[in-house]
């Protein structure tokens, strides 16, 4: 008896052992974290200052990294009456929908291209892009600033329709804050690009069943501020674990329960939460217990890790619908953009049919007598659409000394379905025969346009192996003349005969010769006197005395009695 209940007792423990390593995960390095959004918390400032004609002033400070596509939206078609400063320093793009009460300023030199309507309301002028030295220039020229807004890396920039004014001081002070509590301003950026490590036990988990999501700083990590708003409708439970000293600041802590090892400030009660329990250790396996522990639950929704080198963060809590995953720019294999890195990412390939199904190899030879086809193409982000445009293209050899020839090119016609966002167009080798060089650099330079204005795209380069065409030896041409050209020829010579005989007969017409006898000759005939040859003389229409007289005393010599008595 007694060896059974030992037997029982050990299934016991190991059955609790294995219900407890099944209620942790081990958390694995992701790129995005569909629960925990992470942003940076940059400086800005946010004030009462209202213009006396009711007009706010916002200063946009947009920053990206160097493998962002650097392009967003900016829709201010709700907007209250505002001048709207926008400042970065990196080449970048936007499409702008605004209002006819708001105004774009930007700087004279700036590396901002702008594509939209009411081009009236874009002014450029001449202002510092340092923070302090731009905000006493806007204060200077619109007497303060309602607020600074520092954001980096965005997508797309709206407003919802409110006023962008806040109770308190009319002083744009700049320092460390949280751009996502501006109620006046909705934006969507590319997450950071931090050391996330996170696993889930959501399919564990009962439908019905509170959501608990666990977010632990690693001792090692310099983060000790964080602004967490909590972006869900459901009751949701939270553990946070820091390392001492820091801060978790709740701005909207509705439904929310709380587990922390650190300080809490509810941020819209202005109420701090003290530690409600100890943890020291940071290992992932202690913190996913502890928190099932507090809150008496069987399994988790979420766990993150989260290191950044930086002091403040701010962490949007709730699963994404459609995770965005950050787009970066990878380096092309075949082609490359030989703009500045901040500009839109090009590549192009290279087709031998019009078809555009087979790229060509990088390695592949064409022949010069052959026609290529190539197709341009980005990446766009957000509700942008640009369309490309081929300016001008050439090829250069490679070598110490390289031979640079234009290109002529023409555009292939392609719909926007098959299209959206590249452009086709196709050249001719012939120019590259007579050439010794066989290795090319095929280079052009394209424009990116919205609508119908333009702004310069930067350049795409690839690689081009040519071979030349072997010719046989030159011989004599061989004329060969079928049955219609012999016809042709015929009937060609016939009627040119023809004509020169009418041409003849109109010549003799016209020169005079006669077209009959005389009179005396015609009487002679008549008379019955046999024929004689006679020499024809001119035809006169006026003889004179003389030729009649000689005329007819040597037809009286020649011709019988009578004719002599008639004379």
């Not at 009959?516 to 229409?541: E, F, H, I, Y």
Request: aromatic fraction near 6%; charged fraction near 15%.
């Amino acid at each position: 008896m007694e060896g059974h209940t030992a037997l029982l007792a050990l299934l016991l423990c190991i059955t609790a052992s294995a219900s407890a390593s099944s209620q942790t995960c081990d958390p694995v390095e992701v790129p995005d974290n569909p629960w925990v959004q992470v942003r940076a918390m940059p400086i800005g400032c946010w004030t009462s200052f209202l213009r006396g004609d009711k007009t706010e002033v916002h200063i946009l400070n947009l920053h990206f990294t160097p493998m962002d596509a650097k392009m967003f939206s900016l829709n201010m078609t709700t907007a209250k009456p505002m001048n709207l400063i926008l400042t970065t320093p990196e080449m970048s793009y936007a499409a702008y929908y605004i209002n006819t009460d708001v105004n774009i300023y930007v700087n004279n030199d700036s590396t901002l291209t702008l594509y939209g309507e009411h081009g009236d309301n874009v002014h450029k002028q001449d202002f510092p892009t340092e923070n302090e030295e731009l905000v006493k220039w806007a204060t200077q020229r619109f007497g303060g600033v309602t607020s600074f807004t520092t954001l980096r890396t965005p997508k797309t920039i709206s407003s919802t329709g409110r006023e962008g004014t806040k109770l308190g001081s009319s002083d744009c002070t700049l320092e460390n804050e949280d751009p996502s509590i501006k109620h006046f301003i909705e934006f969507e950026t590319i997450p950071l690009a931090s050391s996330f490590k996170s696993c889930s036990m959501q399919d564990q988990s009962p439908s019905d069943e509170t959501e608990l999501h666990i977010i632990n700083i690693p001792e090692n990590a310099t983060i000790r501020y964080v602004s967490v708003h909590v972006d869900t409708e459901k009751i949701i439970s939270v553990f946070l674990r820091g390392p001492q000293g820091t801060t978790w600041s709740f701005h909207n802590p509705r439904h929310t329960k709380f587990g922390s090892n650190n300080e809490i400030l509810l941020t819209g009660l202005t109420h701090r939460l003290m530690p409600s329990l100890t943890l020291n250790s940071d290992s992932a396996e202690d913190v996913q217990k502890k928190a099932l522990g507090h809150f008496t639950a069987n399994t988790f929704t979420s766990y993150t890790e989260i290191s950044l080198d930086v002091s403040m963060v701010s962490l949007v809590l709730g699963k994404k619908d459609n995770p965005s995953v950050t787009e970066t720019a990878q380096e092309p294999v075949i082609s490359t953009t030989t703009s500045a890195p901040h500009q839109m990412p090009l590549q192009m390939e290279l087709y031998s049919s019009p078809d555009y199904r087979s790229p060509l190899d990088p390695n592949t030879k064409v022949q010069s007598d052959k026609r290529i086809y190539a197709e341009i193409s980005g990446h766009t982000l957000g509700e942008i659409v640009l369309t490309i445009k081929v300016i001008s293209c050439f090829v250069r050899s490679k070598g110490s000394c390289p031979v640079v020839k234009e290109m002529p090119f023409i555009p292939e016609a392609c719909s926007t379905k098959v299209c959206p966002n590249s452009t086709r167009v196709s050249f001719s080798l012939d120019q590259l025969q007579e050439l010794a060089s066989t290795t090319w650099d095929l280079e052009c330079t394209v424009k990116l346009c919205y609508s119908e204005k333009c702004g310069d795209g930067g350049r795409v380069k690839r690689n081009l192996e040519v071979t030349q065409l072997c010719m046989p030896p030159s011989t004599p041409p061989c004329l060969y003349f079928g049955l219609p050209a012999v016809l042709c020829i015929a009937s060609g010579g016939f009627l040119i005969g023809v004509l020169l005989i009418g041409a003849l007969w109109f010549i003799k017409i016209k020169t005079g010769y006669p077209t009959g006898l005389d009179m005396s000759s015609t009487a002679a005939n008549l008379s019955g006197c046999p024929c004689s040859v006679t020499k024809r003389q001119p035809v006169s229409t006026n003889p004179s005395p003389s030729e009649n007289s000689s005329a007819n005393a040597s037809i009286g010599s020649t011709q019988s009695t009578p004719t002599s008595s008639m004379a």
